[in-house]
């Protein structure tokens, strides 16, 4: 009796080892390697929620870390002017990938921001440049600027944080008799152009 218990112990034991083992799902968070309808031909990408970049344009590779090679060059958007943020939405990338024919990867939902890196240039810097010209033009005597209208901006930089272009200063007219100057601002917008400024103030 004793023997035959064994048996069927040892034999149910070996029915249930044979049974396949359930598959437990990933947890919340994690990258994984398919779709949510499990379809393992298609990659999931995981996203950084923040990105800054130097570059003129976005690419793929700023966004997913470690992305695969034939992906991490594509252009997903135009950067930001320098100094400035956007905001993308992953459904926006998911379009570009598709757009390029790459169906084997997917990016989910949400959003995230890109900031473009720059160099600030505050009213005290402009307003010691503008002294500088002025004082030159008033053969070294001594200016003190008040400006005008100052607008906050910044210069693209490179991937050293160095300025990659610098902005242009030009005095168009000094008015003597009232202490009053204009003068021309040629600020590089970070694709390859200028916004041109006018700035006023007094000395």
């Known amino acids: 009796m004793i023997a035959r218990t064994v048996i069927s112990v040892l034999f149910i034991a070996f029915l249930l080892a044979a049974l396949p083992a359930r598959a437990t799902p990933a947890g919340d968070g994690e990258a994984s390697s398919g779709t949510p309808s499990g379809d393992p031909s298609v990659?999931?990408?995981?996203?950084?929620?923040?990105?800054?970049?130097?570059?003129?344009?976005?690419?793929?590779?700023?966004?997913?870390?470690?992305?695969?090679?034939?992906?991490?060059?594509?252009?997903?958007?135009?950067?930001?002017?320098?100094?400035?943020?956007v905001v993308l939405s992953l459904a926006d990338v998911q379009r570009a990938l598709s757009r390029a024919g790459h169906s084997g990867y997917e990016v989910g939902d949400g959003r995230v921001t890109v900031r473009r890196a720059g160099r600030h240039v505050s009213r005290a810097r402009l307003a010691q440049r503008l002294a500088a010209l002025i004082g030159d033009r008033l053969e070294g005597a001594p200016v003190r600027v008040t400006l005008s209208g100052f607008r906050p901006f910044a210069l693209p930089v490179d991937a050293n944080g160095e300025v990659a272009a610098d902005y242009r200063l030009s005095l168009l007219d000094i008015d003597e008799t009232r202490g009053r100057f204009q003068a021309r601002l040629a600020v590089p917008d970070g694709f390859g152009g200028s916004r041109m400024w006018t700035l006023t103030g007094r000395y």
């Open 43 to 85: 990659l999931r990408l995981q996203v950084r929620s923040d990105v800054e970049t130097n570059d003129r344009v976005i690419r793929l590779g700023d966004l997913v870390p470690g992305a695969p090679l034939e992906i991490s060059g594509l252009v997903v958007a135009d950067a930001p002017a320098p100094g400035a943020s």
